[in-house]
């Protein structure tokens, strides 16, 4: 019974907030970084190959192999039971 108290007591307290605005600035701070990463691929591509078009469809190839290597590895580890 006590137990039960304390369980649900400790769903309410929370240390440093509801984490909305924490949520909001690393969000914030991913986006900045998948920029900064994108423009300088970019500039660097561009160097190489002199050529704006090149280098945007290199960098954005790269951009939809990585989200989509993220997409197929989140989840679960074993597939092969196929529960």
């Known amino acids: 019974m006590r137990q039960q108290k304390l369980d649900e007591a400790a769903d309410f307290v929370e240390i440093g907030g509801s984490g909305a605005m924490k949520k909001v600035w ?9 920029v900064a990463v994108v423009s300088l691929f970019t500039v660097l591509f561009y160097q190489f190959t002199n050529s704006l078009r090149v280098a945007l ?3 954005a ?3 939809l192999y990585m989200f989509g290597a993220a997409k197929l590895a989140e989840g679960r580890f074993d597939r092969r039971n196929g529960e």
């Open 26 to 34: 690393r969000g914030l701070a991913w986006t900045m970084l998948l």
């Open 57 to 59: 469809v290199v960098v």
């Open 61 to 63: 190839g790269m951009l």
